[in-house]
C-alpha cells in the first residue's frame, strides 16, 4: 500500500509540474508574437531610353553567296503545238536508256545547290492550251508543269518537264517528244520562280 501511495505522489507531482506554469503564472508580453505589417513599395521611376534606328548590313555583302543570275527566257515560237497523227506518246521512264553511274552523278552548282534539268517542249499565249498540253504529258506518267515567263512585254506560258537532275533522261525522250507534238524542245537548266 505504501507503495501505491508513493506512485500516486510522484503522479500529482509531475502533474503540478506541468500545468503550474499553465494555469498559474502570468504570461509576460515581451514573448508575444506579433504579425508585420508590410507596406505597399513605392512607385518604381521608369526612365524610358530614345528609340533608335538598328544598325542594318552588318554583313559585309562580298561574303554572302551570290543570287544566281536568271536565265533569259530561250525563244521558241509560239502556239505552234500539233501531236503528230502516226506518233505515239511516250510513257515516263523510271530508268534512262543510257545511264553510267559514275557519268551521271549530281552536279552542284557554286552555292552547293544540285544542278536540275528541265525538258522545254512548248510556249503558249494561252494558259488553257498549255495547261491541256500539261495534262497530257502528266497522263502519260511524266512530271510536266506550266512555268509562266514574259517576253517581250508578252506574258506567255511554257509546258515544262522536270526538274530532273541527271540530264540524259530528258536527253533520252526528247525525240519521242518532239515526234509526238511537232515541235523542236530544248533542254533549259531548272530555275526556281
Do not use: C
Amino acid at each position: 500500500m505504501i507503495k501505491q501511495r508513493f506512485v500516486g505522489f510522484v503522479v500529482l507531482v509531475a502533474i503540478a509540474v506541468i500545468f503550474w506554469p499553465i494555469v498559474f503564472v502570468t504570461r509576460d508580453n515581451a514573448d508575444d508574437f506579433e504579425l508585420p505589417v508590410f507596406e505597399m513599395p513605392p512607385k518604381p521611376v521608369i526612365e524610358v531610353s530614345e528609340r533608335r534606328q538598328p544598325v542594318l548590313n552588318k554583313v559585309d555583302q562580298a561574303v554572302l553567296p551570290k543570287e544566281p543570275e536568271r536565265q533569259q527566257p530561250i525563244a521558241q515560237p509560239i502556239d505552234i503545238v500539233s501531236p503528230a497523227p502516226y506518233a505515239v506518246l511516250v510513257d515516263a521512264d523510271e530508268e534512262p536508256e543510257h545511264q553510267s553511274s559514275a557519268l551521271e552523278r549530281a552536279e552542284f552548282d557554286d552555292q552547293g545547290l544540285p544542278v536540275s534539268w528541265n525538258l522545254q517542249i512548248a510556249t503558249f499565249s494561252d494558259i488553257g492550251r498549255a495547261e491541256e498540253i500539261s495534262q497530257l504529258l502528266r497522263d502519260k506518267g511524266h512530271k510536266a508543269y506550266v512555268s509562266p515567263a514574259i517576253l517581250d512585254d508578252q506574258r506567255l506560258f511554257r509546258v515544262m518537264i522536270g526538274p530532273k537532275l541527271q540530264k540524259q533522261r530528258l536527253i533520252d525522250i526528247q525525240p519521242a517528244i518532239d515526234d509526238y507534238f511537232s515541235v523542236e524542245s530544248i533542254i533549259v537548266r531548272f530555275t526556281p520562280i
